[in-house]
């Protein structure tokens, strides 16, 4: 157990829908990060939080966003949804990487994921 | 830009037998950072090892052991005595410390041990 959870564990919907997939990070970590595992692209970054921030940001589409709130947790919002977001997002916290040079340099602990079936 | 490269899509193994994993990695950058990761049938992604690119000493945790080469831009992962429980995909993961906004995965590896 990497002390990350994410909720729900599974989300099933219909396109063009929107939904929110929820993460608590480590106690006493900052960053939080997300990701997306697909059969044809594989893992994927999407953004990075800090603090609060937003330090980084990946191949994450203009219908998703993210936020961290001020106790940490963060959540991501997928919007309009597509057959092609099926797919599992995954968080992922680390302690530091509060400089955008180093965001990616810490060991980051992974959550169980959140498995969404766009139908 | 950065890149992982994992040339083996798929690995069977009888159990007890060693495998080992190739990454080989690109990147622009002299300070970065390598990783593998584990994902068990159950899905989620398990930590293995960090590795800094000033170090590159071999390292060896129980049954697994990582052998880092600048020279050829390689961090290969080796399970020695391989066990059902090792059978999982493998993922290797670049971080670069100056340029990179980003952190990359390998495609990874699926290794299935046999009994």
């Known amino acids: 157990d990497s002390g990350v959870t994410q909720t729900p564990k599974h989300l099933i919907t219909a396109t063009g829908q929107r939904v929110t997939l929820r993460c608590s990070p480590r106690s006493g970590d900052l960053s939080v990060y997300w990701y997306q595992q697909s059969l044809d692209q594989g893992l994927q970054f999407l953004i990075q939080y800090y603090n609060g921030e937003e330090r980084a940001k990946g191949n994450i589409l203009e219908r998703f966003s993210a936020q961290q709130f001020p106790d940490l947790h963060s959540e991501l919002n997928l919007s309009s949804l597509e057959l092609g977001d099926s797919a599992l997002y995954f968080c992922?916290?680390?302690?530091?990487?509060?400089?955008?040079?180093?965001?990616?340099?810490?060991?980051?602990?992974f959550g169980p994921g959140t498995r969404l079936t766009v139908l | 830009a950065q890149k992982v490269t994992q040339a083996q899509t798929e690995i069977s193994v009888v159990e007890k037998e060693d495998v080992t994993l190739d990454c080989v990695y690109e990147t622009r950058d002299t300070t970065y950072y390598l990783f593998w990761y584990k994902q068990p049938p159950s899905g989620e992604l398990v930590f293995l090892i960090r590795r800094n690119s000033f170090d590159e000493q071999n390292e060896i945790s129980g049954r697994y052991s990582w052998n880092f080469q600048k020279s050829t831009s390689s961090f290969n992962f080796t399970i020695t005595a391989s066990q059902v429980v090792d059978s999982a995909v493998y993922f290797c993961?670049?971080?670069?410390?100056?340029?990179?906004?980003?952190?990359?995965f390998g495609p990874g590896t699926r290794l299935s041990v046999l009994p």
């Open positions: 993961a670049l971080s670069e410390a100056m340029r990179g906004q980003n952190f990359v």
């Open positions: 992922a916290s680390s302690v530091r990487s509060g400089q955008a040079d180093f965001a990616f340099t810490d060991t980051q602990y």
